[in-house]
């Protein structure tokens, strides 16, 4: 069960960590949103979630958050070899169910979709 967890060395949580990752990653974009990805200076991979107001008010904006942060827990450790992954929420990512965050989470970083 250890695997499943999202510690603090799983996630991005300094603006230069995002803003490198945003300048040197590959860039997937999917219907609500773009997918950052490079590779991870260290044995694991690590999440940031950037979700703006035009997404909605500070419920919807979390709840997006939480999901997308509840897709990578849960896949993490499928994701070889490891990467530094910033997600941005486009328009309309408020509405997605768990399902469809899970595809193009997937999607996004080439991962075989359940």
């Not at 070899?81 to 989470?105: C, H, M, N």
Request: hydrophobic residues 40%; glycine residues 8%.
């Amino acid at each position: 069960m250890r695997a499943a967890t999202y510690p603090k060395a799983a996630r991005l949580r300094r603006r230069p960590e995002f803003l490198a990752i945003q300048r040197d990653g590959q860039r997937r974009h999917t219907p609500h949103l773009v997918v950052i990805r490079r590779a991870a200076p260290g044995p694991g991979s690590r999440l940031g979630v950037t979700v703006s107001k035009r997404i909605g008010n500070a419920v919807v904006r979390n709840r997006v958050k939480r999901l997308l942060r509840e897709v990578f827990r849960l896949r993490h450790v499928d994701i070889h070899p490891p990467l530094d992954v910033v997600v941005i929420a486009k328009p309309g990512a408020g509405t997605l169910s768990y399902a469809q965050a899970a595809t193009e989470f997937a999607r996004g970083l080439d991962l075989k979709v359940d």
